[in-house]
């Protein structure tokens, strides 16, 4: 027993506990990142792809059955309109599919809330017990983002 009959705590090392949020903070920061560019890519190749094939066949049905001489008659006007037409829909079928809205919604807010507790690690404005509870439940709370 120590001598002043208190008893001892054991030292937190406040630095493995920031270096731990900042590895789960890098995480999701990736995880945010990757679900953005391809939400971006999906939503660019369903616009781009519903504008030309808009654009295909209102040129098809103004120009008759020969489009550009020699190069494009309406029977290849309409197969490659019905490409962009099913790439346009693969592209926004994924996107709902894998849910890439809420993806970036919560790795937004892992991030957010991992800056925040990586702030109070950092300044030690908490105690380490109160920082380990709250990181906690950050990870079960957000867990696909912080792998």
């Given at each position: 027993?120590?001598?002043?009959?208190?008893?001892?705590?054991?030292?937190?090392?406040?630095?493995?506990?920031?270096?731990?949020?900042?590895?789960?903070?890098?995480?999701?920061?990736?995880?945010?990142?990757?679900?953005?560019?391809?939400?971006?890519?999906?939503?660019?190749?369903?616009?781009?792809?519903?504008?030309?094939?808009?654009?295909?066949?209102?040129?098809?049905?103004a120009k008759g059955p020969?489009?550009?001489?020699?190069?494009?008659?309406?029977?290849?006007?309409?197969?490659?309109?019905?490409?962009?037409?099913?790439?346009?829909?693969?592209?926004?079928?994924?996107?709902?599919?894998?849910?890439?809205?809420?993806?970036?919604?919560?790795?937004?807010?892992?991030?957010g809330r991992l800056r925040?507790?990586?702030?109070?690690?950092?300044?030690?404005?908490?105690?380490?017990?109160?920082?380990?509870?709250?990181?906690?439940?950050?990870?079960?709370?957000?867990?696909?983002?912080?792998?």
């Amino acid at each position: 027993m120590p001598a002043d009959d208190k008893e001892t705590k054991p030292q937190v090392d406040y630095a493995a506990l920031e270096q731990r949020v900042r590895a789960s903070l890098a995480a999701a920061d990736e995880y945010t990142w990757r679900n953005r560019k391809l939400n971006s890519t999906l939503s660019t190749i369903a616009i781009i792809g519903s504008a030309l094939t808009a654009f295909l066949t209102t040129l098809t049905a103004a120009k008759g059955p020969v489009i550009i001489q020699g190069m494009l008659d309406w029977q290849g006007a309409c197969s490659l309109g019905a490409i962009m037409s099913v790439t346009t829909t693969i592209a926004s079928g994924l996107n709902q599919q894998m849910d890439i809205s809420r993806r970036l919604m919560e790795g937004s807010q892992c991030v957010g809330r991992l800056r925040a507790l990586e702030l109070v690690v950092t300044t030690r404005a908490r105690s380490a017990v109160d920082i380990t509870a709250e990181y906690a439940e950050i990870l079960r709370t957000y867990a696909e983002a912080t792998r």
